[in-house]
């Protein structure tokens, strides 16, 4: 029995070498999996759609200027087609990271549209001089102009997912701050007792900060649009017909939806990957405001009876195997460990971009590799934040006017009234007695009750202008 009735054999400048005959992929996709064996994982499927993209426009174009038959053109269209409903992307088989700037990952993408599109033609798969990887589905391209414009395809479409998302958890972050305006909390800073807040102004300041993270990464993406397509080998344009450089980038954009522009300087888009540097800033940016929110939740929910107390978490799993009845905050956790894994990638995103030589940066790939994680699983992240947390927050109202009432942070309200050292030797006395601040300043005589409690006004010292009795009217009109 004849072991290779199974494979085809095909040839490279490296020599020959035997492909299952049922596979799409070829020679070069099979070395560089061969090589190549480092994260164990598959490519990811918007990048491997971002290919199938850039070769159907490739494919059209060279047709319109009369670089490729018209038969030819459409099967290579087809057979991109048929990528982007989600066919032959098992064929993908090369890892994530890899050596040689990302032509193992563009020869991937030719070997199995080659292959596809030969059998729509009729040939059998391996059968170049029907469809060829390289002269045909390649035609006008470079791995050097090909990879980073596929990088930035990709990194947009999962970009407006996890913008979705930081959306949603704005517009949350903004009920729970109309839901808690009227619950009077102690403020804290250096994890200390400072001035009263009201809770909905902390959750006020979550959802601004979420939306300045949201218009930061709005900036960033905006230099993802702009494309070295066109470019080939360094930028300058080799083997590319000029009129394939005129029409290749608003062809793109047509197939895709999506709105690029060529760079004025391609020799610049080709040397360069700041861009990326940039959104993976933005994006960073947007998981420290996350974990400083997580920590913050955490930290307020703690307890429940020997800790803050002042709001609940959803109760969502059993917190230990030992202690029962222990319940964690297992999702701001996840939060916070998301947003340490995302700093590590930016830093590795930040070096694979400044280790560039010359004309290339032959880097993309652990770039890309630590781009598209960063931004999965930030999304993922924000949408279990939204889902299993921060809606179903619940406020401790008593627990949090006990605080107030019973902290000596309050003084500060006083100091412009009694002078900042009467106040400070009041605040020692509070503290060392365990009397209130408010019996103290009326033992001693220093104010009366109707002057203290227009000062003490809970309400007032959060937002100066407003008491507890204008805010509450407020409310009742706002909700009618």
Do not use: W
């Amino acid at each position: 029995m004849d072991g290779r009735k199974d494979y085809r054999v095909e040839m490279d400048s490296v020599g020959a070498k035997d492909v299952p005959e049922n596979v799409y992929y070829g020679v070069q996709s099979m070395r560089a999996a061969e090589n190549f064996q480092i994260t164990g994982l598959n490519m990811h499927p918007e990048i491997i759609n971002s290919l199938a993209y850039i070769k159907k426009a490739a494919a059209i174009t060279n047709c319109e200027i009369g670089l490729l038959e018209k038969k030819t053109a459409e099967a290579i269209v087809q057979a991109c087609d048929e990528i982007l409903e989600g066919r032959f992307h098992e064929d993908f088989i090369v890892d994530p990271i890899q050596g040689g700037a990302g032509t193992s990952l563009n020869m991937n993408a030719n070997e199995v549209i080659a292959n596809r599109a030969i059998e729509i033609l009729g040939g059998q798969k391996g059968d170049y001089f029907i469809v060829s990887p390289n002269d045909h589905v390649n035609c006008g391209q470079s791995t050097n102009d090909v990879i980073p414009t596929a990088g930035k395809m990709t990194s947009l479409r999962l970009l407006k997912n996890l913008k979705s998302e930081l959306l949603r958890l704005h517009r949350e972050f903004s009920h729970k701050a109309e839901e808690f305006d009227h619950v009077i909390k102690m403020g804290r800073t250096q994890m200390q007792d400072a001035v009263p807040i009201r809770l909905g102004q902390e959750f006020k300041a979550y959802s601004v900060a979420v939306m300045r993270d949201i218009r930061r990464m709005d900036k960033a993406m905006e230099e993802m649009c702009t494309l070295n397509m066109g470019g080939t080998a360094i930028g300058t344009g080799i083997n590319a017909d000029e009129a394939y450089l005129r029409r290749i980038v608003p062809n793109l954009a047509e197939v895709s939806n999506m709105e690029f522009v060529q760079a004025f300087d391609l020799i610049d888009a080709t040397q360069n990957l700041d861009p990326f540097v940039a959104v993976s800033g933005a994006i960073k940016a947007c998981a420290v405001t996350l974990s400083k929110i997580a920590n913050d939740l955490r930290l307020m929910s703690s307890g429940p009876k020997a800790g803050f107390n002042e709001i609940n978490l959803p109760v969502r799993q059993n917190g230990s195997s030992i202690m029962p009845g222990k319940v964690n905050p297992v999702i701001p956790e996840v939060v916070n460990q998301v947003a340490f894994n995302i700093i590590g990638n930016d830093l590795t995103i930040t070096m694979a971009a400044e280790a560039g030589q010359l004309e290339l940066n032959a880097f993309e790939p652990i770039i890309f590799y630590c781009m598209f994680q960063s931004i999965d699983t930030l999304a993922y992240a924000v949408r279990t934040f939204v889902d299993n947390c921060v809606s179903g927050i619940t406020a401790n109202e008593e627990r949090c006017r006990s605080l107030v009432e019973n902290s000596i942070g309050v003084i500060t309200a006083l100091s412009p009234h009694v002078g900042y050292e009467k106040a400070a030797d009041i605040s020692k006395k509070a503290l060392q007695t365990g009397t209130s601040v408010r019996s103290i300043i009326l033992q001693e005589g220093l104010l009366d009750e109707e002057e203290l409690d227009h000062i003490l006004d809970p309400v007032r010292m959060t937002e100066p202008g407003i008491s507890g009795k204008e805010l509450l009217m407020k409310n009742n009109i706002d909700e009618k």
